[in-house]
């Protein structure tokens, strides 16, 4: 089966920062979603990634605090800006090999972020 | 959207097997149920998913009545290493809500 990687696994990072997460797959995906989970909660769908044009954010996140970019069909990227101790989770990439709904997603082992 | 509900926990002997229930009674005719599980520390796995016959694969096997209001994961043999929290997932507009799951032991 393919293969998420998501880079860096983990980090600590000072209060006003900015952190950026890569997740790569390893063949072209058609759907990538970046999820939050917050600790000793369940996850939070933050927003999918479109290749080529700009983010569709849930509600409660803004683009100006979680940029992300997607370049091409294999590779996104989720930026935590301005970060605050409240950032503090693991964030993690999911993909969709087809565009079929019906498919499930498949996720990446996350990144564990800790704010100082 | 359809919305699930699981116990919160649920203990299993190793070796038995582990029938985790889930409503989603609310359903609607096309929509799928997928189970996911999540073991410490690691992101969620997929297990299954099936929208009206039951299906079974490598890992699992998934029970869905045939009112659709109801399913049942069962893990035939649990080891130790199922020991995770499960979430039955109904998408909502192509999207995963993650509900607060089951937590499963199994234990010696």
């Known amino acids: 089966s393919a293969v998420i990687s998501q880079k860096p696994s983990r980090d600590i990072c000072q209060r006003g920062t900015s952190l950026t997460i890569q997740c790569q797959v390893d063949s072209q995906v058609t759907m990538m979603f970046w999820y939050r989970q917050q600790p000793g909660q369940s996850l939070t769908l933050i927003a999918t990634?479109?290749?080529?044009?700009?983010?569709?954010?849930e509600s409660g996140f803004v683009i100006d605090k979680f940029p992300i970019s997607r370049p091409n069909l294999t590779f996104s990227t989720l930026t935590v800006s301005n970060m605050s101790p409240e950032d503090s989770s693991i964030y993690l990439c999911?993909?969709?090999?087809?565009?079929?709904?019906?498919?499930?997603?498949?996720f990446g082992d996350g990144t564990r972020l800790s704010i100082l | 959207d359809a919305k699930t509900t699981q116990p919160p926990s649920m203990d299993c002997a190793e070796g038995r097997a582990a029938n985790l229930p889930c409503n989603h009674s609310?359903?609607?005719?096309?929509?799928?149920v997928y189970w996911y599980r999540q073991i410490h520390s690691q992101g969620p796995q997929y297990i299954i998913h099936?929208?009206?016959n039951n299906e079974t694969n490598e890992m699992a096997s998934l029970i869905i009545t045939e009112d659709r209001k109801s399913s049942t994961l069962i893990l035939p043999h649990a080891t130790l290493r199922d020991t995770a929290v499960y979430y039955c997932?109904?998408?909502?507009?192509?999207?995963?809500?993650f509900g607060t799951g089951t937590r499963l032991q199994v234990f010696p």
């Open positions: 099936g929208l009206k």
């Open positions: 609310t359903i609607s005719g096309n929509e799928y």
């Open positions: 997932i109904v998408p909502y507009a192509d999207k995963l809500i």
């Open positions: 999911s993909v969709r090999w087809s565009g079929t709904s019906n498919q499930p997603q498949h």
């Open positions: 990634a479109n290749q080529g044009s700009e983010a569709t954010y």
